[in-house]
Every structure is written in C-alpha cells, then in structure tokens.
C-alpha cells in the first residue's frame, strides 16, 4: 500500500465525517492499495486521532495517479 501525507493550513476549514469541520495546521494522508483503492484521512498536525473525510469509494483507474491526486487534494482543502 502505497501512503502519501502533506501538511498544509486550513483558513475556511475541512469537512470531516465524524467531527464535522476542522481548521488550522492540518495534515493529509492518502492511501491508495494495487487495486487503486483510495482512503483519505485528516488530523490536526500532532494529534493521535485521524477523521474521515465525507464521501463513499474512492478508486483510481491507474494507481500511478496517486501523487497526482494526493497534491491536488492538498491545493483544493488549503485555497483560502
């Protein structure tokens, strides 16, 4: 499995599934498996506790697009 994490600042804030929205220094992880299943996981930089954001299945056609898709998530959560 193949992980991918960036730390970025959050002004507007980021949706998450089990605490609703979060801001500030946050970090991103990305996980994506050989078959291109994606997860996305959220957590104050530091903290222990990662939260999901929303949304079901995510998969990719080609796993190589994973960095892609890791560095433009990270551009679309810390636009102000």
Not at 11 to 17: D, W
Not at 41 to 59: K, Q
Not at 65 to 71: A, F, L, Q, T, Y
Request: net charge negative; charged share 25%.
């Amino acid at each position: 499995m193949d992980q991918k994490s960036s730390i970025f600042t959050a002004t507007h804030g980021v949706m998450t599934e089990e605490v609703g929205v979060i801001s500030g220094e946050l970090e991103l992880r990305t996980s994506c498996d050989g078959e291109g299943h994606v997860t996305l996981a959220i957590t104050y930089v530091g903290a222990e506790e990662w939260y999901s954001l929303p949304g079901n299945e995510y998969r990719l056609h080609d796993v190589r697009d994973h960095k892609v898709i890791h560095r433009m998530l990270v551009s679309v959560l810390e636009r102000p």
